[in-house]
């Protein structure tokens, strides 16, 4: 037992070192990251914790505010900068771990608990999310938190954990929407007809005041958000989780386009995220070992089996589908994977040091993005930096002459960059005397009006995978 609980923490601090060192040395890379990092620096930059901005004045209706929230406070008390922009991802994931290896501890046992956080956090997908920003790591925390306290309420009769159930719905439409509640009562509502434990969860939860909470959790910000920008209600429900979700070529997205992959890529997505545990598991489970001699049948086995899978059948409809879907289950798995461990009376040790595979591919990708500069990832943190070794001044400005966001330079820059290929806004720069700058690919280049070209001079070439980015200065006899 000691054994097993040394050999964890070891790998356990080995891996949250490891991130902690990606987090500080990887740069914020686009579109994804930097996209809801810089909405997260506006949030902080203009005080509106209401509403989400794409861009000054522009509403982000695509996404609830919890995740938003999270990265703007972290960067009110750290600084504008990409390790606090990520840490709220860390921390929830760190939560969410101490959640499987408190529910573990209390049905599976002191070993298995740590089996289970190693599985949750030694898993490909989860220790990617965990510290990256975006908006899945507090759907994982939401729903792993209803999850466990839904069991834990049932099973210990404890108020508390009743009540945490319905503050995980809650944040949970805070964290994706309705989304969040569909990705918990699913499970839980197909265990309940196995089992036929309908009274036992009447009796169980607090239900006036569980769902008071929720809602007083969940639904302020939903009126609010529909006050300040009409029509965010609509866009957001029907848009973003009926037609998104419906339809694989959805033509509405307002920020970006529709994801379109062939149905069921979820069931790859998983098994690939959940690497490098998912053989094993499947392994197991095709030996289909009993549980112990004398043990109950309480329905944990089939509760974390449910919990694992439903997310999955249910993404299984969309034609819709990113990598990070299959996140809200790694926890369900986290604790059948040491389900299956513990039938299987496997050894812990090549289990443990086989949960390293992840921070050290980690390792490797920081290392890549050290060693490699500009062939590895895609952001503009050295353009800006470059820019800001010129020191210009308040007034000076940067247009980026494109027709592609660049959200890493908005955000290295403190949202000073403009993106235009009107000829206007490039005109404009020779207006007066000030020192601006223009970064332009070596083709939009051709496409600028001729005057400008003439005004402003090279300084300096930036490399992204396949894409050089020049970095123009207002010759000193035009500024």
Same mark, same amino acid.
């Given at each position: 037992?000691?054994?097993?609980?040394?050999?964890?923490?070891?790998?356990?601090?080995?891996?949250?070192?490891?991130?902690?060192?990606?987090?500080?040395?990887?740069?914020?890379?686009?579109?994804?990251?930097?996209?809801?990092?810089?909405?997260?620096?506006?949030? #902080?930059?203009?005080?509106?914790?209401?509403?989400? @901005?794409?861009?000054?004045?522009?509403?982000?209706?695509?996404?609830?505010?919890?995740?938003?929230?999270?990265?703007?406070?972290?960067?009110? @008390?750290?600084?504008?900068?990409?390790?606090?922009?990520?840490?709220?991802?860390?921390?929830?994931?760190?939560?969410?771990?101490? #959640?499987?290896?408190?529910?573990?501890?209390?049905?599976?046992?002191?070993?298995?608990?740590?089996?289970?956080?190693?599985?949750?956090?030694?898993?490909?997908?989860?220790?990617?999310?965990?510290?990256?920003?975006?908006?899945?790591?507090?759907?994982?925390?939401?729903?792993?938190?209803?999850?466990?306290?839904?069991?834990?309420?049932?099973?210990?009769?404890?108020?508390?954990?009743?009540? @945490?159930?319905?503050?995980?719905?809650?944040?949970?439409?805070?964290?994706?929407?309705?989304?969040?509640?569909?990705?918990?009562?699913?499970?839980?509502?197909?265990?309940?007809?196995?089992?036929?434990?309908?009274?036992?969860?009447?009796?169980?939860?607090?239900?006036?005041?569980? @769902?008071?909470?929720?809602?007083?959790?969940?639904?302020?910000?939903?009126?609010?958000?529909?006050?300040?920008?009409?029509?965010?209600?609509?866009?957001?429900?029907?848009?973003?989780?009926?037609?998104?979700?419906?339809?694989?070529?959805?033509?509405?997205?307002?920020?970006?386009?529709?994801?379109?992959?062939?149905?069921?890529?979820?069931?790859?997505?998983?098994?690939?995220?959940?690497?490098?545990?998912?053989?094993?598991?499947?392994?197991?489970?095709?030996?289909?070992?009993?549980?112990?001699?004398?043990?109950?049948?309480?329905?944990?086995?089939?509760?974390?089996?449910?919990?694992?899978?439903?997310?999955?059948?249910?993404?299984?409809?969309?034609?819709?589908?990113?990598?990070?879907?299959?996140?809200?289950?790694?926890?369900?798995?986290?604790?059948?994977?040491?389900?299956?461990?513990?039938?299987?009376?496997?050894?812990?040790?090549?289990?443990?040091?086989?949960?390293?595979?992840?921070?050290?591919?980690?390792?490797?990708?920081?290392?890549?993005?050290?060693?490699?500069?500009?062939?590895?990832?895609?952001?503009?943190?050295?353009?800006?930096?470059?820019?800001?070794?010129?020191?210009?001044?308040?007034?000076?400005?940067?247009?980026?002459?494109?027709?592609?966001?660049?959200?890493?330079?908005?955000?290295?820059?403190?949202?000073?960059?403009?993106?235009?290929?009107?000829?206007?806004?490039?005109?404009?720069?020779?207006?007066?005397?000030?020192?601006?700058?223009?970064?332009?690919?070596?083709?939009?280049?051709?496409?600028?009006?001729?005057?400008?070209?003439?005004?402003?001079?090279?300084?300096?070439?930036?490399?992204?995978?396949?894409?050089?980015?020049?970095?123009?200065?207002?010759?000193?006899?035009?500024?």
């Amino acid at each position: 037992m000691e054994q097993t609980r040394r050999r964890v923490v070891r790998v356990l601090m080995a891996l949250l070192v490891i991130r902690l060192i990606a987090m500080f040395v990887i740069p914020l890379n686009d579109t994804t990251e930097a996209r809801y990092a810089e909405i997260a620096r506006k949030m #902080l930059e203009t005080g509106n914790w209401v509403t989400l @901005l794409h861009d000054y004045g522009v509403p982000f209706w695509a996404k609830p505010p919890l995740s938003t929230w999270l990265s703007a406070a972290t960067m009110g @008390l750290f600084g504008v900068n990409a390790f606090a922009v990520r840490l709220p991802a860390l921390l929830l994931a760190i939560g969410a771990g101490w #959640l499987i290896w408190l529910v573990a501890r209390r049905r599976q046992g002191i070993d298995a608990a740590w089996i289970a956080l190693l599985a949750l956090a030694g898993g490909l997908l989860f220790y990617l999310c965990a510290g990256t920003v975006m908006t899945d790591p507090a759907l994982m925390f939401c729903v792993t938190l209803s999850q466990v306290a839904f069991w834990l309420a049932l099973r210990e009769r404890s108020k508390l954990w009743g009540y @945490l159930f319905f503050a995980g719905l809650g944040l949970g439409l805070l964290a994706k929407g309705p989304l969040a509640i569909v990705l918990v009562g699913m499970p839980i509502f197909i265990w309940l007809c196995l089992r036929r434990e309908w009274m036992t969860m009447w009796r169980g939860l607090p239900w006036l005041g569980g @769902l008071l909470l929720m809602l007083a959790i969940g639904v302020p910000w939903y009126i609010l958000a529909e006050m300040r920008t009409p029509g965010f209600l609509n866009y957001f429900i029907m848009g973003e989780h009926v037609h998104r979700f419906l339809d694989p070529g959805w033509k509405g997205d307002r920020y970006g386009f529709a994801h379109a992959t062939p149905h069921g890529m979820i069931w790859p997505f998983a098994f690939a995220g959940l690497l490098p545990w998912s053989p094993l598991a499947i392994y197991w489970l095709c030996r289909r070992r009993p549980a112990p001699a004398g043990e109950a049948d309480d329905g944990w086995m089939s509760y974390i089996v449910l919990w694992s899978l439903m997310a999955l059948a249910f993404f299984t409809l969309s034609g819709n589908i990113i990598f990070p879907y299959p996140l809200p289950m790694t926890g369900g798995f986290a604790l059948l994977f040491a389900e299956l461990w513990r039938r299987s009376r496997m050894a812990s040790a090549p289990v443990v040091w086989l949960g390293l595979s992840a921070g050290l591919i980690t390792l490797a990708a920081t290392l890549a993005f050290v060693a490699l500069p500009g062939k590895v990832g895609r952001t503009q943190e050295t353009l800006i930096r470059a820019w800001q070794a010129e020191h210009p001044t308040a007034d000076s400005r940067l247009l980026y002459w494109d027709t592609r966001r660049e959200f890493s330079a908005e955000f290295y820059s403190q949202g000073r960059v403009r993106t235009s290929t009107d000829a206007q806004a490039a005109l404009a720069l020779l207006q007066d005397h000030t020192v601006d700058y223009i970064a332009t690919t070596p083709n939009d280049y051709l496409t600028l009006p001729a005057s400008v070209k003439q005004a402003f001079e090279e300084i300096g070439r930036f490399h992204n995978p396949g894409e050089v980015t020049l970095l123009l200065r207002k010759r000193q006899g035009n500024a």
